[in-house]
C-alpha cells in the first residue's frame, strides 16, 4: 500500500516565524489532502489538493504529483497554529494519513 | 451546504459495559461514512468505512463493530468494553459519487474505559 512520511516530527516556532512541512508518498495519488487538528481534537479541513498550488490567508500548499510530494506553508505564524497538522492522501476509497507533524508557536 | 454530526462528546465507561456512538451527515446522500481512532498522542487508524445502507467494510480485527442502519448513519458498537479501546473516535464522509471527494470530520467522541 502506498506510504506516506511527513516532516519534521516535531516543530517549535516563535510567533511570526515561517514554517515549512513536507509529505512526501510512496505511489501516484488521486487526492491529498491537508488537516489541522487543534488541541480541542478538531480535524479541519486546510486544503485538498491533489496537484498544483492553493493559498488560503497566512497558508499555502503546494503538491508536486510527479514527484510524489506536497508541502504545506505557514507564514507569520500565530499561536493558533499551534496542533498537529496531518497529510492524508489516496487511489480509491480509503485515506492513508502520515503520522502527523506536532506544532508548537510560542508568543 | 453539508455537515456532520457525532454524539456524544466525551463518555466514560467501565470495562464490559456496551458502546454506542451515533454519526449523521446531512445535506448529502449516498456518502461514503468513516470511523477513525487516535490513540492519545498517535496517528489516525480506520476502524470501519461504508460505500452505502448495510455495507461495512472492516479495517482492523477488534472488539468493535460498525452498522449503517440508514444512508447517512453510521454507528458504532461494542458489546464489551475493553481498556485498550479507550480513544478519540472521529466519524468522517466523502461524496460517494468519486474518489476525487474531500474527506470531512466531525468533532469526535473522547472515550475513556475504566
Known amino acids: 500500500g502506498i506510504q506516506v512520511e511527513q516532516s519534521p516530527p516535531d516543530l517549535i516556532l516563535q510567533e511570526g516565524a515561517n514554517s515549512t512541512l513536507r509529505c512526501n508518498f510512496s505511489d501516484s495519488v488521486n487526492n491529498l489532502q491537508w488537516f489541522h487538528q487543534n488541541p480541542w481534537g478538531q480535524l479541519i479541513n486546510l486544503f485538498y489538493i491533489p496537484s498544483g498550488t492553493k493559498q488560503n490567508g497566512r497558508l499555502s500548499a503546494t503538491t508536486v504529483a510527479t514527484e510524489r510530494y506536497s508541502l504545506l506553508y505557514i507564514s507569520s505564524s500565530q499561536t493558533t497554529d499551534s496542533g498537529v497538522y496531518f497529510c492524508a492522501v489516496t487511489t480509491a476509497l480509503i485515506l492513508i494519513f502520515g503520522q502527523g507533524t506536532t506544532l508548537q508557536v510560542k508568543p | 451546504s453539508q455537515t456532520i454530526h457525532q454524539w456524544p462528546a466525551t463518555l466514560v465507561q467501565p470495562v464490559g459495559s456496551p458502546l454506542s456512538l451515533e454519526c449523521t451527515v446531512e445535506?448529502?446522500?449516498?456518502?461514503?461514512l468513516y470511523w477513525y481512532r487516535q490513540a492519545a498522542g498517535r496517528g489516525l487508524q480506520l476502524l470501519f468505512y461504508?460505500?452505502?445502507?448495510?455495507?461495512i467494510s472492516s479495517e482492523v480485527p477488534q472488539n468493535l463493530s460498525a452498522s449503517r442502519p440508514q444512508d447517512r448513519q453510521f454507528i458504532l458498537s461494542s458489546k464489551k468494553l475493553l481498556l485498550s479501546d479507550s480513544g478519540f473516535y472521529l466519524c468522517a464522509w466523502r461524496g460517494g459519487s468519486s474518489y476525487n471527494s474531500p474527506l470531512h470530520f466531525g468533532n469526535g467522541t473522547r472515550l475513556t474505559v475504566t
Open positions: 461504508s460505500v452505502g445502507i448495510g455495507q
Open positions: 445535506g448529502t446522500s449516498n456518502p461514503n
